[in-house]
């Protein structure tokens, strides 16, 4: 694999779909899910790249994420202003699915 990527989110079918939708976009990836921050500190690797995390585990663990803000993408069922307000990057997962589809492309292109 030439990175590694982590999803952390207590909603396993979320995650599971996330991890599929990354790995057809970026084929190289190893997507590593996680269902709690102490599970990803548990297992953690210097190797991440980027974190795919739910809002609510953003916003109850600002210590760990405020650090990784340039490499972590919290996903949001609304447009994420708060979230956004802090500086991190948002992924609205209520859209409808081309614009999803889009939107998880650019961050691959932006890297």
């Known amino acids: 694999m030439d990175f590694r990527i982590a999803i952390i ?3 396993s079918l979320s995650s599971i779909a996330l991890r599929s939708i990354l790995i057809d976009i970026i084929p190289q990836v190893e997507v590593q899910i996680y269902s709690s ?3 990803l500190q548990d ?3 210097d190797e991440i790249v980027h974190y795919f995390a739910s809002s609510g585990i953003v916003f109850n ?3 760990f994420f ?3 803000k ?3 993408i919290v996903f949001c069922a609304g447009d994420g202003k708060l979230i956004r307000h802090n500086g991190f990057t948002t992924l609205h997962t209520s859209q409808p699915e ?3 589809l ?3 492309l650019s961050f691959h292109q932006v890297g």
Request: no cysteine.
């Open 98 to 100: 081309k614009s999803l």
């Open 61 to 63: 663990n600002m210590d």
């Open 43 to 45: 297992n953690q690797s």
């Open 70 to 72: 340039r490499k972590t």
């Open 9 to 11: 989110d207590t909603n």
């Open 37 to 39: 921050i102490q599970q």
């Open 66 to 68: 405020v650090p990784l």
């Open 102 to 104: 889009t939107e998880s």
